[in-house]
């Protein structure tokens, strides 16, 4: 079945840096647009950054352009999210997600908690 693990969460300090992973199994990990997603305390979630399947073209949020980086590896089948610079306001929880055949995203992971504090 398919799996999205996310790691690398934690408590950092205003312009920390910070490395998310996301190990995924129980599909073909290479054949997939990916993304990450995250969710405020109170808030909506919020879309972060997406990448193709051969990495070919990323995408990122405006408030985060500049500060964070998405790559892949698809021969270890892991998804990357690199955070530098962080704010405060980029305290989340921070999931992974698969987008499907039809468009939106039908498998999404547990989570990984990253707050940003001093």
């Known amino acids: 079945q398919v799996q999205l693990v996310e790691s690398g969460g934690g408590l950092v300090q205003p312009g920390d840096s910070l490395r998310l992973s996301c190990a995924a199994s129980?599909?073909?990990?290479?054949?997939?647009?990916m993304s990450w997603v995250r969710q405020a305390p109170g808030k909506g979630l919020e879309w972060v950054s997406s990448i193709y399947s051969d990495s070919s073209n990323t995408y990122c949020a405006d408030s985060v352009k500049g500060r964070f980086t998405i790559s892949r590896d698809n021969v270890k089948n892991t998804l990357y999210l690199q955070m530098s610079s962080l704010k405060s306001e980029d305290t989340a929880v921070y999931y992974c997600a698969k987008k499907g055949v039809f468009g939106s995203y039908d498998y999404w992971g547990q989570g990984t908690q990253v707050t940003v504090s001093s």
């Open positions: 129980g599909f073909t990990f290479s054949s997939h647009y």
